[in-house]
């Protein structure tokens, strides 16, 4: 079946540090990939997606290419910030599923001043 | 506004009690989920409804059942509650097969 695997948490940086999330992914075909992003205290938001091989999906600093050949949609930011403190989820929607969503683990990113 | 709305947002309660957690969505849309999510950020889809009709229902004991009385609501009702339903729950919604789900707060649901 299909399935996401994401790097284990939880991740310490400094302010303005580089960060990097790795995710990849097992599934038919090819699927939608996202990374939502849960806050303190709140329910998941979408952060980014992409929907089809070498897409660039981007949004408040962060980045993440879908990659076919490696099966991966690592996620990136140039310069973290306390604010971006949070559990980051990668999720996959395969092409075929409906609205199914398979999400990864979650990982707590935690960015000290 | 808010789009996806729970309540409660705390839940304590005693093992073998019967609750219920209601969901609203004023976004539209056709299609309503369930997920807990355990201690450990984990997060499971429980149920999807579409139009009022159930499409997902993964292995979730049968104390637990949904309810969706229009689009705009989904409800779950929890008979004999047990220590391991400790959990988060998160309602969401979507449009159709629109990639994006849109999460509630989610309701802290402590059983004692």
């Known amino acids: 079946g299909d399935s996401v695997t994401q790097m284990e948490g939880p991740v310490t940086l400094s302010e303005e540090a580089f960060l990097t999330i790795n995710c990849t992914y097992t599934?038919?075909?090819?699927?939608?990939l996202f990374w939502y992003v849960q806050y303190p205290g709140e329910g998941l938001q979408l952060l980014l997606k992409a929907t089809k091989a070498d897409d660039k999906g981007s949004n408040k600093g962060f980045e993440a290419t879908y990659r076919k050949e490696t099966t991966s949609f690592h996620l990136e930011k140039g310069s973290v910030q306390v604010s971006d403190s949070a559990v980051y989820f990668c999720?996959?929607?395969?092409?075929?599923?409906?609205?199914?969503?398979?999400f990864g683990e979650g990982t707590q990113l935690t960015v000290n001043p | 506004d808010t789009a996806v709305s729970q309540t409660p947002k705390y839940l304590v309660t005693q093992m073998g009690n019967d609750k219920s957690i209601k969901c609203e969505q004023n976004l539209g849309h056709d299609t309503m989920y369930w997920y807990k999510q355990d201690s450990k950020k984990f997060l499971k889809i429980m149920f999807s409804?579409?139009?009022?009709?159930?499409?997902i229902n993964e292995t979730v004991p049968n104390r637990f059942s949904p309810k969706s009385p229009d689009k705009a609501h989904l409800n779950l009702h929890i008979n004999s509650l047990e220590l391991g339903d400790s959990a988060v729950y998160f309602c969401a919604s979507s449009q159709g097969g629109s990639h994006e789900q849109f999460f509630g707060p989610g309701t802290r649901l402590t059983v004692l």
């Open positions: 409804y579409n139009n009022k009709e159930l499409i």
């Open positions: 999720a996959l929607k395969p092409l075929t599923s409906g609205s199914r969503l398979t």
């Open positions: 599934a038919t075909g090819y699927p939608s």
